[in-house]
């Protein structure tokens, strides 16, 4: 009976999480339709979580594009198929690598910075003083970060899919002796826009995923410092599961009849 309590218990407690998550996100949604933004700290959110995220997610997906073509390079030669590999590395890098390595990056980073932040504010009595003066806190706080989540998330994508691209374009090289020439040919006949579209498309998604989960964690702490601590490891932890969850839905979706 203890298990099935439990379990019962976990359900609901799931189920309450995603409501409130819901919730929130539908509240952030009403200030935007309405026009109710801030615009100034829309931007220097966007510069704190996006653009200092750059260095980052320009290593991530360096290093990655190397180790796939490092991969696969010389078997494709050694196959005779060294033609496709620069086709192989700009399929995987606009369809998943770019799309999913700077969205975990970023959570990482910016998701727990976005739980602490709000985390604090809430355990300091901050977000009180806002309600009592009659301030949303969801237009105040929330808003500016998922619009710039939103609104950057596309961008770190495009500079991750060029990055692993010309990292692995070197590395064939290098390693394998495949032309330049070819490397570009080859991703350019694999690859249409179309896909590198959709693979923006998941950024964007992943982009409210990070902002709404990280500032529910942080609206949600309870208990002091060592709440803020909770909230931010169930911000990175609980945003980078979602990523994979939807990264699979909207894959199956977006590319599921190419």
């Known amino acids: 009976m203890k298990v099935l309590d439990d379990v019962g218990r976990g359900t609901v407690s799931v189920f309450a999480y995603a409501g409130g998550a819901a919730e929130l996100l539908g509240d952030a949604l009403r200030f935007i339709a309405q026009l109710r933004i801030r615009v100034r700290e829309t931007l220097?959110?966007?510069?704190?979580?996006?653009?200092?995220?750059?260095?980052i997610v320009l290593l991530t997906s360096l290093f990655t594009g190397m180790?796939?073509?490092?991969?696969?390079?010389?078997?494709?030669?050694?196959?005779g198929v060294g033609n496709l590999v620069g086709?192989?590395?700009?399929?995987?890098s606009a369809r998943e690598l770019g799309p999913m390595?700077?969205?975990?990056?970023?959570?990482?980073?910016?998701?727990?910075?976005?739980?602490a932040e709000l985390g604090s504010m809430v355990v300091t009595e901050q977000i009180e003083a806002l309600q009592s003066?009659?301030?949303?806190?969801?237009?105040?706080?929330?808003?500016?970060r998922l619009l710039a989540l939103v609104a950057m998330l596309p961008l770190l994508c495009i500079l991750a899919d060029?990055?692993?691209?010309?990292?692995?374009?070197?590395?064939?090289?290098i390693y394998a002796h495949i032309s330049t020439e070819s490397f570009i040919t080859s991703a350019r006949s694999v690859l249409p826009f179309n896909d590198v579209l959709k693979g923006l498309i998941k950024s964007a998604v992943f982009g409210v995923i990070i902002a709404i989960i990280g500032a529910y964690?942080?609206?949600?702490?309870?208990g002091g410092a060592a709440g803020v601590g909770k909230a931010t490891t169930g911000a990175v932890v609980t945003s980078i599961i979602l990523i994979f969850i939807f990264n699979f839905l909207l894959s199956y979706i977006l590319y599921g009849n190419s």
């Open 44 to 55: 220097d959110q966007a510069y704190l979580l996006g653009v200092q995220s750059w260095t």
């Open 67 to 79: 180790v796939f073509s490092l991969e696969s390079a010389v078997q494709a030669v050694q196959y």
């Open 87 to 92: 086709g192989a590395v700009a399929f995987s």
């Open 101 to 115: 390595l700077s969205a975990v990056v970023v959570a990482g980073r910016t998701g727990a910075a976005i739980a």
């Open 133 to 144: 003066l009659g301030l949303s806190p969801t237009r105040m706080l929330v808003v500016p």
């Open 162 to 173: 060029i990055v692993s691209i010309v990292g692995g374009m070197w590395v064939a090289n």
């Open 217 to 222: 964690q942080g609206l949600s702490t309870r």
